[in-house]
């Protein structure tokens, strides 16, 4: 079955830095389009980054550009979010998703961004 598990949330201070990855099994990754979405508390979750498969094209949240990149190593089927400038605003639950078939989400790892 897909499973997807999310790794490297934390505390950070503003202006931080954090990279969270996602490690992805059960299906064919290389060729699977994998997204980053995160929900605030009290807010619906939403899109931040995504990158295609067989054509690795990008795309990011306007409210992250500039701060936050998607990427991928395909021989360890590891998705990553490099999320820098980190602001309170980013303090979120964040899950990787893939659509394989269906929609898949990993468990979550939480970012929170204070003094």
């Known amino acids: 079955q897909v499973q997807l598990v999310e790794s490297g949330g934390g505390l950070v201070q503003p202006g931080g830095s954090l990279t969270l990855s996602c490690v992805g099994s059960g299906f064919t990754f290389s060729t699977a389009q994998m997204n980053w979405y995160r929900q605030a508390p009290g807010k619906e979750r939403v899109l931040v980054a995504s990158i295609g498969g067989s054509y690795p094209s990008t795309t990011v949240a306007d409210s992250v550009k500039g701060r936050f990149t998607i990427s991928r190593n395909d021989a360890e089927n590891t998705v990553y979010l490099q999320m820098n400038d980190l602001k309170p605003e980013d303090t979120a639950v964040y899950y990787c998703?893939?659509?394989?078939?269906?929609?898949?989400w990993g468990q979550g790892t939480q970012v929170t961004v204070s003094s």
């Open positions: 998703n893939v659509k394989w078939f269906n929609p898949h």
